[in-house]
């Protein structure tokens, strides 16, 4: 993909919301709508968020073949769209699915749980408020902006 974006059937009001990466793209992810499970996450442009709003299949772009993909067209593991919902910056889209099969391109049911590098219930616990050099602790503003 080029930064210029390529033509797209994208709702013009859509499109000029969008903060995309020097590539044209918008990391997307997916999540099962009822269990709130994070499922995996894809990349998608104009064209491909385009194509998951009108068809109700999830469309992502593979940076590495360069060409769009269908979650399910050859696994026949489908993405059923739910909603689709922009994030308070406009650069990252969340879609809702009903997931049948494995999401992840390994076959398991969600990329995230083969390298969990913290564990629930592992590290800083609830309550223990913020710790030394953490923004609130400091008395600054609590801001990752």
Request: proline letters at 5%; one cysteine or more.
């Amino acid at each position: 993909m080029t930064s210029t974006p390529l033509p797209s059937n994208l709702a013009p009001e859509i499109a000029a919301r969008l903060k995309r990466s020097p590539d044209g793209l918008v990391p997307a992810i997916a999540q099962q709508y009822d269990t709130g499970e994070v499922l995996m996450l894809g990349w998608m442009d104009d064209e491909a968020l385009h194509r998951t709003l009108t068809t109700g299949r999830c469309t992502y772009w593979s940076r590495s073949r360069g060409e769009y993909w269908v979650k399910g067209d050859t696994s026949g593991h489908f993405q059923w769209v739910r909603s689709v919902a922009l994030d308070c910056d406009a650069d990252t889209v969340l879609v809702k699915v009903d997931q049948v099969g494995a999401a992840c391109h390994t076959g398991a049911r969600t990329c995230f749980d083969a390298d969990v590098l913290l564990g629930e219930g592992e590290g800083r616990g609830e309550g223990q408020g913020p710790g030394p050099g953490d923004a609130a602790g400091s008395g600054a503003a609590a801001s990752d902006q």
